[in-house]
């Protein structure tokens, strides 16, 4: 079974903290991602990276970059978190190819005071 | 750009009830289209997929959706819901080619009441 593993469930940081969410998965994917999911917007695309050392934005990357040192590890940080940064963070996993899909974690809970 | 549409926010039904959700996709290529749930507290899963062949999927759990090419649509149904099937339901689409990225609609939640 694909695993996405995301290293906190929950998180409570202090406006203007830098804030590291990680991720892992043990599958060999290439493709991986950052979306974050809040109610009525369903999920929404930050970050995703289809290789080693390669990022590319996605829809809201404001805010926001990420790192990918190792095949399995993919990174989302907050250079100074905001308020409006409170919400459901989920990482996924794909392998390339035309016909794949993706394979998420548990999601963080990131709440910003 | 892509988008995906569920038109539907919320819908509550009764055990036994059939369900059908709407999905609606804008995009001129050749897409992937999913349904992923999220039950309450636990992460996102595949319910069902569709890359080609017989438009009619069926996945988990008894549900099953249908491509509709020429209407842009991916419908998700089930014949009879389950109380067990309260969840959230999200839509997505990727592109066959270039880029594979997801890109989710609002998501539909489903309250079943026994």
């Known amino acids: 079974d694909v695993k996405v593993t995301q290293s906190s469930r929950y998180l409570v940081k202090r406006t203007g903290e830098k804030v590291f969410l990680e991720c892992v998965q043990d599958m060999d994917h290439e493709n991986m991602f950052w979306y974050r999911q809040d109610p009525g917007l369903g999920l929404r695309l930050i970050y995703f990276s289809y290789d080693v050392k390669m990022k590319e934005k996605g829809d809201i990357p404001e805010g926001y970059s990420v790192s990918r040192e190792k095949k399995e590890r993919f990174s989302l940080i907050l250079e100074s978190a905001s308020t409006n940064q409170t919400s459901m963070y989920l990482c996924a996993s794909s392998s390339q190819g035309s016909n794949t899909e993706a394979f998420f974690g548990q999601g963080t809970r990131l709440t910003v005071v | 750009a892509q988008s995906v549409s569920q038109h539907n926010h919320h819908v509550i039904l009764s055990e036994a009830a059939s369900l059908e959700l709407g999905c609606n996709y804008s995009?001129?290529?050749?897409?992937?289209l999913f349904w992923y749930v999220q039950y309450p507290g636990q992460h996102l899963q595949l319910l069902l997929k569709?890359?080609?062949?017989?438009?009619l999927v069926k996945g988990i759990k008894g549900f099953e959706a249908e491509f509709i090419k020429s209407k842009f649509s991916f419908n998700l149904r089930k014949p009879s819901v389950q109380w067990s099937d309260t969840a959230e339901y999200f839509c997505a689409v990727s592109q066959q080619t270039g880029a594979n990225n997801l890109f989710f609609g609002t998501g539909t939640r489903l309250t079943v009441i026994p």
């Open positions: 569709y890359f080609s062949g017989d438009p």
């Open positions: 995009y001129g290529g050749t897409v992937n």
